[in-house]
């Protein structure tokens, strides 16, 4: 007689996964959340929306894509996590809101319960960085359809921000300047390109490159930067003089930066400004990848833009000093003539 465990599927080796990462996930609470994990649904207390004027609810998913097969090719499972949640929570807080919880989903080939706690201890790492509360998830084995190291993890978040509050690009206005915040590395964005330059050019994860003081692998599984506290303090420091935020991730920084732009203004970026991450140049040089090409993959150093007023840059340096991140003042905004929404001028810094 066949069993589920002769099917591929081990209910048992699940269940010591969930005991595993319970200490993770404790960490990662809010007083609002009711009850711990193992029930079949996650509960918040919604009474905590009584002070909002008019509260709008936000929700965003997201996944980490194929940044997940350097994981799998390194065997480092710890740090993948905190990137599904800076893609998730960091989308939410583009409109103003303020992450309340997430929940998680791990799709494996053979559930290794340490390498599943691994997983998702980096997730509920990031959930402590966001302030956001880690209040369910699933693991779902899938024998014959992944191999035994094969994995992929998506999530999803809910937000809520005051009506009065919400941020749009209604509010972008003619002369405005763009506050760029640094990215950490290529973020979870472009890595099927990365891959292929990889491939074609034989270039070794585990090997320290000049470029470098780590090996290449470990430069590429640099977790993607979450800036959700950062945009959250500088939307109570700057209040009406913080228009907007871009979240750069696909398609890199005009193009999403674009996305909350009217049509009749323009993001115009200084490359003068700031010069390229030492991977970025890198796999361009390495892989052969013109400008165009690059710059509509990856994110070139920008990992998420603030349209501020011009009179706020400022207090907008200094908070986010205060914070430890160095941002500066990429661009401004200028009547759209041709109907492009953002774009770039200029050379990088050299």
């Not at 303020?98 to 980096?122: H, N, S, W």
């Not at 490359?271 to 052969?288: I, K, N, Y």
């Amino acid at each position: 007689m066949s069993t589920y465990r002769d099917a591929g599927v081990d209910i048992e080796a699940g269940d010591r996964a969930v005991q595993l990462m319970k200490s993770s996930i404790a960490k990662a609470a809010r007083p609002e959340v009711i009850g711990g994990i193992g029930g079949f649904a996650g509960l918040f207390d919604a009474s905590a929306l009584k002070k909002y004027t008019q509260p709008l609810l936000a929700t965003s998913t997201d996944g980490v894509g194929t940044k997940t097969e350097i994981a799998r090719q390194l065997g480092i499972y710890d740090t993948i996590g905190e990137d599904l949640v800076a893609m998730v929570v960091d989308d939410l807080v583009v409109c103003g809101a303020e992450p309340l919880f997430m929940t998680d989903y791990i799709a494996v080939g053979k559930v290794i319960p340490e390498r599943i706690a691994e997983i998702v201890k980096g997730i509920a790492s990031g959930c402590q960085k966001a302030n956001t509360a880690l209040i369910g998830g699933e693991t779902a084995e899938h024998p014959g359809l992944l191999s035994e190291d094969e994995f992929d993890i998506a999530g999803a978040a809910t937000g809520v921000v005051d009506a009065p509050n919400l941020l749009s690009s209604e509010k972008v206005r003619k002369g405005d300047l763009l506050l760029a915040m640094p990215s950490s590395g290529f973020h979870s964005n472009g890595y099927s390109l990365i891959r292929r330059i990889l491939a074609t050019k034989k270039l070794d994860l585990g090997h320290v490159y000049q470029e470098f003081d780590r090996t290449l692998g470990e430069e590429l599984l640099t977790p993607t930067e979450i800036y959700t506290r950062d945009c959250l303090i500088l939307i109570a420091a700057l209040g009406a003089n913080l228009r907007t935020f871009a979240h750069v991730t696909g398609g890199g920084l005009a193009s999403n930066t674009a996305r909350v732009f009217p049509d009749t203004l323009a993001a115009i970026f200084d490359r003068s400004t700031w010069a390229l991450p030492v991977a970025t140049t890198f796999l361009a040089e390495t892989g052969g990848i013109g400008q165009d090409a690059f710059e509509s993959t990856w994110n070139c150093g920008v990992g998420m833009v603030a349209v501020i007023s011009p009179d706020s840059a400022d207090l907008a340096l200094k908070t986010l000093s205060a914070r430890g991140m160095r941002a500066w003042i990429a661009g401004e905004v200028l009547p759209s003539v041709t109907g492009n929404r953002a774009s770039l001028s200029g050379d990088y810094r050299k």
